[in-house]
């Protein structure tokens, strides 16, 4: 399946966005009852904890004799964006190559969207504490939970800072399954992500890391609604890096996506000034990336509509995040009782 995974490399000044992990309309009170129909959090099934140890690649190796990877790494530092593909990272992240297997049964596996009321939204999410063992990057799972059918749910919750939506609202998805939970082509994703984000300063080289993993599908109806994402404007994520890879796209037009100026926030391709973007593609092949210093740049990514009405159509996105963990010590601590 390797060479459905593009062997090239793009990267450089004329780059990139990041997808909006998607939101929808829902209230919050809706959302409190997803919430509190959900069972009580309990522990990761042993049988997850119990799984092999992942190796990987030294953290700071990014810069040496890497190919696509230095390439990248040097225009996300550049420009604060960059576009590649997992194919070139194949070398320092093997499993990468089976990412077409993995993203087309990904694709084919995901369930509504609870919050969106559009029915154009399909995903999957997992959050994962990655940490650093011997000099490599690993990662488990958190935040999991299983509801009165004993299926995975993931709770997430955003910063009304930057999500519109549904900011400061706990929201629980699907969770990743528990294959995919260990499956070497998410931790490899991950580990890209980390080291991407660590070797250009848009994460400290520290510790631990909180890291989200969304699997977000744009499913159009046959009305010719276009399955938008959330928020459907110019947007940061908050979380200071992002990575974005087409996970599948078939019979759909559109779902342009755009990396814009801050000054682009809140704003949508109609009514931004055009030299506030920064850049605007499509994503077309299985493995076409891009990541984002969300410091510096916001995103936006267009709705898809089905190009043959008559049957199914879906561009489907992975999308990897990542917030440094810090570790504070007693003596940073005022010892003053709380009045
Ligand atoms: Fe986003």
Redesign the pocket.
Known sequence: MVNQVSETTSSGSDSRS????DESDKSGEDAKRALSSSTSPRPIASALTTKPAFTGLPVNDGREGAGGLAKTITALESDGFSRFTLGAMVSHYPALANFATFAARASRDLPPDPYDKTGGRRRRYAQFLAHKRNGHIEATPIHRVFDEQGEPKTIYLQSGTYQPDFGDVERVFASLSDQQIWDPVVHDLIRLTIQMAIATGTLPNGEAFIVGFHINQQFPRSDGTPAR?S?NKF???GEPV?MAVLCGRDNVEGGETFVGSLATVGQTPDTVSPEGILSRFILSRIGEAYVVDDRRVA?H?EGVVRSNPSIDGHRTMI?VDACPIKRVFSHEIPTQAKS
């Open positions: 990041v997808e909006a992990k994402v928020p947007h940061r994520d992002t995103h990514a999308l």
